[in-house]
């Protein structure tokens, strides 16, 4: 295969933003993996255009060194693994649908990196377990009405812990703003943020410090 066919194929099956290659649903493996994993039960069906802006606002709002990060609803796994290559962090990532586990592991082991999944909820976590972490991180996790409470439940008792800070992008959705206004009392801010690579897209990070808690 000459170079010039090879880079074509390579932009058909994934872009690379961040130094994190993202792949595409024309990907070989990714479509064997769709035809053996249908059920999908969260929306766990691809990757978000809220993870690539996630990503981007974390580029100028990076962890601090060496604390640990949760990755909430990390679907494929995109955040988790610009996180992993990126900073000097352990990432902890969890979904509650089963189905994108096999998709996650192929794009973990695409870009190299030995972020692991688990299927878990996040009301699950106690304040303890919570307070081992530093940084929680969420794309595209509030599409439910029903998720609005649980979600500010646990903002608040992370809130409580040793988290400096939750950050949770979103296209707007109603249950996202019903979150957002709901936060805004505990010192909540939304950054409405555009990127033009790899997608023009326009979305919205919540972001909820402790400082100001």
């Known amino acids: 295969m000459s170079d010039q066919k ?10 690379e933003f961040l130094n994190v290659k993202a792949l595409s649903s ?6 064997k993996l769709k035809t053996k994993n249908s059920n999908h039960t969260a929306h766990g069906n691809k990757n978000w255009r ?3 802006v996630l990503m981007d606002y974390l580029t100028n709002d990076p962890p601090k060194s060496g604390e640990k990060i949760l990755d909430i609803g990390c679907g494929w796994g ?10 000097n ?3 902890h990532s969890i979904d509650i649908d089963p189905s994108v586990v096999p998709f996650f592991s192929l794009q973990t082991s695409i870009n190299k990196t030995d972020t692991s ?3 878990k909820n996040f009301t699950e976590y106690t304040k303890t377990k919570i307070s081992e972490y530093g940084l929680i991180v969420g794309a595209d996790i509030c599409f439910w009405d029903e998720m609005t409470l649980p979600l500010l439940k646990f903002i608040k008792q992370a809130l409580n812990s040793n988290v400096r800070q939750i950050s949770i992008a979103d296209p707007g959705r109603p249950p996202f ?5 709901k936060c805004a009392k505990i010192g909540g801010e939304i950054f409405t943020r555009r990127i033009n690579e790899p997608i023009k897209t ?6 909820i410090n402790k400082d100001h808690k």
């Open 50 to 52: 809220s993870s690539f």
């Open 117 to 119: 999944i688990k299927i």
């Open 26 to 31: 024309m990907h070989p493996e990714i479509k």
């Open 78 to 87: 995109l955040v988790s693994i610009f996180l992993s290559k990126n900073f």
């Open 6 to 15: 090879k880079t074509k194929n390579e932009l058909k099956y994934y872009t």
């Open 177 to 181: 703003w019903d979150l957002a206004e």
């Open 89 to 91: 962090n352990e990432v």
């Open 202 to 207: 326009e979305k919205h990070v919540l972001v």
